[in-house]
C-alpha cells in the first residue's frame, strides 16, 4: 500500500516538507510518495495534507483562486484525511483569527475549533528556537518559531499538545495537527513520525 501525502505547494517552506516528509517514509521503510498540490483535482487521491508555513495571506488567497479549499475541507472533514498545518497552516486551518486576520480577510479552513493570534511573539522575538515539551514526546522537541501564529482560545474537544506560556503552540484534533513552530527545519523528524502513524492508523 503507497501512501500518497501531499504537500499544499503554492508557496512557503513546501520543498523542506517534501524532504522531511520523504525521509520520514523512508525511515518507516514505507511505501510512499510525496506529491506537491498547486492545482485541483490532487487532494483526493492523498492519504494525508500538509500545509506548509510561509504567508498565510498568500497560501489562503492562491488556495482560494486554485479551487483548493473545498477539495480540502471535503478530504478532511468528510473523508477523515490527517492534515498538519504548520505556522502559516496552523492560522488557515483555524475557525477564527484575531483582528489582525480579519483585517486581511484571508481566508480560513475552519478546521480546528481555536482562536489564532496570527503574529503572536511580537516584532522583538521574530524567530527563535526552544526546546519545547510536547505532551506526545517524552523528550522535549526543538520547535523553531518564525513570526509565529499561536492559539489563544480552544474549544474543549481540542487537545492541547504544547503550551508555550500562555499560548497554545501545538493542538491535535483528532485527525488535525497544528504547530506554532517548524518541524520540517529540523533534523527531529518525530513529529512527522507522528503524523503518518496518523495515516496508517486511518487505513
Ligand atoms: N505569521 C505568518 C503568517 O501568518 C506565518 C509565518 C511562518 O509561516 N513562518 O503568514
New binding site residues.
Given amino acids: 500500500m503507497t501512501t500518497r501525502i501531499g504537500v499544499i505547494g503554492l508557496q512557503?517552506d513546501v520543498e523542506e516538507h517534501a524532504i522531511a516528509l520523504e525521509k520520514t517514509l523512508a525511515e518507516r521503510g514505507a511505501l510512499g510518495e510525496v506529491v506537491k498540490i498547486k492545482h485541483r483535482g490532487l487532494v483526493s487521491s492523498c492519504d494525508a495534507l500538509v500545509i506548509?508555513?510561509?504567508?498565510?495571506?498568500?497560501?489562503g488567497r492562491l488556495m482560494e483562486r486554485e479551487h483548493i479549499i473545498s477539495e480540502v475541507k471535503v478530504a478532511v472533514e468528510d473523508h477523515a484525511i490527517p492534515i498538519l498545518g504548520?505556522?502559516?497552516?496552523m492560522?488557515l486551518l483555524a475557525k477564527e483569527g484575531d483582528e489582525e486576520v480579519a483585517k486581511t480577510g484571508q481566508p480560513l479552513l475552519g478546521l480546528m475549533d481555536v482562536k489564532v493570534k496570527?503574529?503572536a511573539f511580537g516584532r522583538q522575538r521574530e524567530s527563535f528556537e526552544i526546546m519545547l515539551p510536547m505532551r506526545i514526546f517524552e523528550e522535549p522537541f526543538p520547535a523553531v518559531f518564525?513570526?509565529?501564529?499561536a492559539i489563544t482560545h480552544a474549544a474543549e474537544r481540542v487537545e492541547v499538545l504544547a503550551t508555550f506560556g500562555e499560548l497554545i503552540v501545538a493542538a491535535q484534533q483528532r485527525n488535525v495537527i497544528a504547530l506554532s513552530f517548524?518541524p520540517e527545519l529540523t533534523d527531529d523528524r518525530r513529529i512527522h513520525h507522528y503524523f503518518l502513524d496518523l495515516v496508517e492508523y486511518a487505513e
Fill in positions: 512557503g506548509p508555513g510561509g504567508e498565510s495571506t498568500t497560501i504548520t505556522c502559516a497552516g492560522v496570527r503574529n518564525i513570526r509565529a501564529p517548524h
